[in-house]
């Protein structure tokens, strides 16, 4: 029944299969802290459609990801301003997580 969860800055590693098979996982906050996933750590969450990274895409790129994770795709980078290109972004409006344009 987990739909949404926002990872806490003291982790740093998301282990194999963590979140595998959440179905109802729609959204996940995912701090700069974090730098590695392992394998299927997203696997089969068919439902994950919010992927807020706490970064930008060059820190998101420094992250070891591993195989079966294709949720991740779904990916929003964090912007305190507006963007102007384009791109997907998010940023907090009154403490909730928004996206850009929304």
């Given at each position: 029944g987990?739909?949404?969860i926002?990872?806490?800055?003291?982790?740093?590693?998301i282990?194999?299969?963590?979140?595998?098979?959440c179905?109802?996982?729609?959204?996940i906050?995912?701090?700069?802290?974090?730098?590695s996933?392992?394998?299927?750590?997203?696997g089969e969450?068919?439902?994950?459609?919010?992927?807020?990274?706490?970064?930008?895409?060059a820190?998101?790129?420094?992250?070891?990801v591993?195989?079966?994770?294709y949720?991740?795709?779904?990916?929003?980078?964090?912007?305190?301003e507006?963007?102007?290109?384009?791109?997907n972004?998010?940023?907090?409006?009154?403490?909730?997580?928004?996206?850009?344009?929304?």
């Amino acid at each position: 029944g987990l739909t949404s969860i926002a990872i806490p800055n003291s982790v740093t590693s998301i282990g194999y299969g963590t979140f595998h098979g959440c179905s109802s996982l729609e959204s996940i906050i995912i701090p700069t802290s974090v730098t590695s996933i392992g394998n299927i750590a997203f696997g089969e969450c068919e439902n994950l459609y919010k992927v807020l990274y706490a970064g930008s895409a060059a820190e998101w790129s420094s992250i070891s990801v591993g195989n079966g994770n294709y949720p991740l795709k779904n990916r929003y980078y964090y912007s305190e301003e507006e963007p102007t290109g384009s791109g997907n972004y998010w940023h907090y409006v009154d403490g909730v997580p928004t996206i850009w344009g929304y």
